[in-house]
T-cell receptor, first 113, second 113 residues
Framework: DQQVKQNSPSLSVQEGRISILNCDYT??????FLWYKKYPAEGPTFLIS?????DKNEDGRFTVFLNKSAKHLSLHIVPSQPGDSAVYFC????????????FGKGTKLSVKP | DSGVTQTPKHLITATGQRVTLRCSPR?????VYWYQQSLDQGLQFLIQ???????AKGNILERFSAQQFPDLHSELNLSSLELGDSALYFC????????????FGQGTRLTVV
């Protein structure tokens, strides 16, 4: 039973346009959400996070939106750059714990020049 | 470079064997986590140690065990290996505190033949 779901295995976007990656969760106890980016042959790299007390968090080109009633979060990348091409993982935790994360299966983003 | 070091990077072994994966956390991080990423799967949380003591357990098989030593490095022991244990094993570390992100190592790719 997947508690964190990323229903799009892949996404292709043109350079300069917006990339929107989606994530749904089922556990209403989750109170901290993170996005990680992963390049081949590397470990996941932290990108951005959001606490359940917020509905938006912004860091440069990256914005995460949280809709608790829909149990849905999304990552917006604007503008998208070819270097953003990677697998993006959504993760969630209970009690704000910093490492016991439940991950989605990831979405592979391809940004075309 | 996340500051988390994992060795070895690659490991090939036969079914029934036992292997040990090693992780050195970032300087100052007291928490260490182990994750498994199988083919086409998201990262699955295995186990967490905090300052030498087991803090949380996830989907870790009884054939697997871990420990964290006084110098804070950690080892994941996998025994009676099966073909299905072939995966990427990631170690992550974090500081103490609520809502802080975990930093991942580059992973150990284990192939069981």
């Amino acid at each position: 039973d997947q508690q964190v779901k990323q229903n799009s295995p892949s996404l292709s976007v043109q350079e300069g346009r917006i990339s929107i990656l989606n994530c749904d969760y089922t556990n209403s106890m989750f109170d901290y959400f993170l996005w990680y980016k992963k390049y081949p042959a590397e470990g996941p790299t932290f990108l951005i996070s959001i606490s359940s007390i917020k509905d938006k968090n912004e860091d440069g080109r990256f914005t995460v939106f949280l809709n608790k009633s829909a149990k849905h979060l999304s990552l917006h990348i604007v503008p998208s750059q070819p270097g953003d091409s990677a697998v993006y993982f959504c993760a969630a935790s209970v009690g704000g714990s910093q490492g016991n994360l439940i991950f989605g299966k990831g979405t592979k983003l391809s940004v075309k020049p | 470079d996340s500051g988390v070091t994992q060795t070895p990077k690659h490991l090939i072994t036969a079914t029934g064997q036992r292997v040990t994966l090693r992780c050195s956390p970032r300087s100052g991080d007291l928490s260490v986590y182990w994750y498994q990423q199988s083919l086409d799967q998201g990262l699955q949380f295995l186990i967490q140690y905090y300052n030498g003591e087991e803090r949380a357990k996830g989907n870790i098989l009884e054939r697997f065990s871990a420990q964290q030593f006084p110098d804070l490095h950690s080892e994941l022991n996998l025994s009676s290996l099966e073909l299905g244990d072939s995966a990427l094993y990631f170690c992550a570390s974090s500081v103490v505190g609520r809502n802080t992100e975990a930093f991942f190592g580059q992973g150990t790719r284990l192939t069981v033949v």
